[in-house]
């Protein structure tokens, strides 16, 4: 798990993928097109296997990181209700007897937010500023040509 942020560059670090074929390897492009100076701009890519135009929306570096930021602290926010709310329960419980009933509340609302809240760090550190809105066409980190999940399910497909 990595917690340090991704650098913001210039460009999207995401790539455009286009699926060669049913359940194969994905054909990864770049994303050459600069960020704009502030906000967002919609633009099109054109894909390198199809040469179709993509629809992508990018963000300023100066957005990615007020997303970073927002996310980070919305999740802190939770994480700490929370264990504030959990913390009151088992308070509570030891004043009244419940039979333990709200410790075991209290712990699994602190369980259940924790995993839940696990996004928004996530999304924290690998937020890059580019949407892209073609069905057809995805956006991957830099080498991930393959799917991890193969089309029945059953086993991991590592990336080269």
Same mark, same amino acid.
């Given at each position: 798990?990595?917690?340090?942020? =991704? %650098? ?30 502030? !906000? ?5 890519? +054109? ?8 629809? #992508? &929306? #990018? $963000? ?9 930021? $927002?996310? =980070?602290?919305? !999740?802190? +926010? ?5 264990? =504030? ?21 209290? #712990? ?7 995993? !839940?809240?696990?996004?928004? @760090? $996530? ?5 890059? !500023?580019? +949407?892209? @809105?073609?069905? &057809?066409?995805? #956006? ?10 193969? +089309? ?7 990336? %080269?």
């Amino acid at each position: 798990m990595r917690l340090r942020q =991704l %650098p913001v560059g210039a460009t999207p670090r995401l790539q455009l993928a286009h699926r060669t074929a049913p359940g194969g390897p994905y054909d990864l492009h770049p994303i050459t097109e600069p960020r704009p100076a502030v !906000g967002t701009v919609d633009t099109t890519v +054109t894909c390198g296997t199809c040469g179709e135009p993509v629809p #992508l &929306r #990018l $963000s300023s570096a100066e957005w990615v990181h007020w997303r970073r930021r $927002s996310r =980070l602290h919305t !999740g802190v +926010t939770i994480l700490l209700a929370s264990v =504030l709310a959990g913390a009151l329960l088992a308070l509570q419980d030891r004043r009244n007897d419940w039979g333990g009933a709200a410790t075991v509340g209290g #712990l699994i609302l602190i369980m259940l937010t924790v995993i !839940g809240v696990g996004p928004y @760090f $996530s999304e924290s550190r690998d937020e890059d !500023g580019v +949407t892209g @809105f073609d069905p &057809r066409h995805t #956006l991957r980190e830099p080498g991930d040509t393959h799917d991890h999940v193969t +089309t029945d399910g059953s086993d991991y497909e590592p990336g %080269p």
